[in-house]
């Protein structure tokens, strides 16, 4: 149980261009997913809370216009870098608590999605 | 606020030593506290997780935490280290609730045959 999915795991993109990456909880419902960035060889920092049906909460020094994130069901949670550059070339994780196991303070990680804009 | 500090970025054992991973955090309310490994290009795995029942909390793969409130520590350890333990690890606490995790900065655990 408390599996999360990301899609896709690897993408490339040009300057300029958006992307989005999907984050899925397969077997449990999520009312809030965090999505947290990597750099390589670096800890993980987190970008911002998506709260089902209501806006995402980002942190300090998190641009909102440029990380737009929708929460729209209970399991599926996308993050859209929009006009990419290749500052923004990095790892995106995200995880999703399970209210109902593990405890509501436990976080279930994705696999991750790679990142490089050219 | 809440902070995480590994001690060692870089960790180095032989194949059946004890694994000594240090965890010191700070927080202003009762913190959850958690344990990750990620292997290369992957996301993160629970290991184990305090949150407030038993303060020597046992995880998977045979790694075990101790939450020491006086020390404000939660170091992780694994009596035999194996081969397959080569990976990142990393501490995180939250307060719960819609919070995120903040992580420390990861130890790299590297078996030596």
């Known amino acids: 149980g408390a599996v999360v999915s990301q899609h896709p795991s690897r993408v490339i993109c040009k300057s300029g261009t958006s992307v989005k990456i999907e984050c899925r909880s397969l077997?449990?419902?999520?009312?809030?997913m965090f999505w947290y960035r990597q750099f390589p060889k670096k800890s993980l920092m987190l970008m911002a809370t998506?709260?089902?049906?209501?806006?995402?909460?980002?942190e300090q020094g998190v641009e909102k216009d440029k990380f737009l994130i929708n929460h729209a069901s209970l399991t599926l949670s996308t993050l859209t870098v929009t006009s990419a550059h290749p500052e923004d070339s990095s790892f995106y994780i995200c995880?999703?608590?399970?209210?109902?196991?593990?405890?509501?303070?436990?976080?279930?990680f994705g696999p991750g999605t790679r990142l490089l804009v050219l | 606020a809440q902070s995480v500090t590994q001690l060692g970025s870089h960790v180095s054992v032989s194949e059946g030593a004890l694994v000594l991973l240090r965890c010191n955090y700070s927080?202003?309310?009762?913190?959850?506290l958690f344990w990750y490994v990620q292997y290369p290009n992957q996301g993160l795995q629970l290991l184990l997780k305090y949150t407030s029942a038993a303060t020597l909390v046992k995880g998977i793969n045979g790694f075990e935490a101790e939450f020491k409130k006086s020390e404000t520590s939660f170091h992780l350890t694994k009596p035999s280290a194996h081969m397959r333990d080569a990976a990142e690890y990393f501490c995180?606490?939250?307060?719960?609730?819609?919070?995120?995790?903040?992580f420390g900065k990861g130890t790299h655990l590297i078996i030596q045959p």
């Open positions: 077997d449990f419902q999520a009312t809030t």
């Open positions: 995180a606490v939250t307060r719960g609730g819609a919070d995120g995790l903040t």
């Open positions: 998506s709260n089902e049906g209501s806006k995402a909460t980002y």
């Open positions: 927080s202003s309310v009762p913190p959850y």
């Open positions: 995880s999703a608590r399970d209210p109902l196991a593990g405890g509501a303070e436990t976080q279930y």
